[in-house]
C-alpha cells in the first residue's frame, strides 16, 4: 500500500451540498465523537499520516442513515493523540455528538499517484487471483494489516485463502490491465 500525502488542513468549512453522481469513493475516516463544546468533532482517520485527511477534498460524509453531503474545505488540527476538526452547521457539543459514526469518505481520484511498486489496496479489491499454475482462486475480498505484513484475502464462493501480501515471493505480480493477481499459494493450503 502506499501512503497518502501529507494533509494541509484547510482555511474555513462552507456549507456542505448533496453530493453529485459518485465515482469510486475510499472511507478514510469516520466521526468518533465530540471535541471539546464548541462543536468541533474527534476524527478516526485510516491515512498515514492521520492528518493527511485533511488534505484530500472534497469530503462525502454518510451518517448512519446514509444521508450524504459534500464538504469542499474542512479546518482540522491535531489534538493530543487524536484529530479534531470542524464541520460546517455543526455548532456545539450535542449536534457534534449527533455525528458520531458518521463516515468520511473521498473520490479515488483525489488521491496522488502511488510510487513505482506500491499500490492502494483499494486498487486491487475485486481483482481476479490466480496461482502461477493458472488455477483460479476467486477475487481479491479485501487487505489488512497484521503488523508483520499485509495480507490478502481471496474468496471464492465459500472459499477463503488469506496470503501474504509479501511480493515477489508470495504475489508474484498484478496485472491491472487484465484484472489479475497472480501468487505463489498452493490454492488447498
Known sequence: MTSPVPGTGGSGAPAGAPTKTPGRRILVGR????FGVRGEVKLESWTEPRSAIFGYRPWILR????????????????A??????????????????????????????????PADGEVYWIDLEGLEVVNTEGR???RVSH??????????VARDGDREWMIPFVRPLYVTSIDFDVGRVTVDWDPDF
Open 31 to 34: 466521526v468518533v465523537g465530540a
Open 63 to 78: 451518517d448512519a442513515r446514509g444521508n450524504e453531503r459534500e464538504l469542499t474545505t474542512v479546518r482540522g488540527r491535531q
Open 80 to 113: 493530543g493523540k487524536g484529530l479534531a476538526a470542524e464541520i460546517p452547521g455543526v455548532e456545539d457539543r450535542d449536534a457534534a455528538e449527533a455525528m458520531r459514526g458518521t463516515e468520511v469518505y473521498v473520490d479515488r481520484s483525489a488521491l496522488p499517484k
Open 136 to 138: 483460479s482462486m476467486g
Open 143 to 152: 487487505l489488512f494489516a497484521t503488523g508483520a505484513n499485509d495480507v490478502l
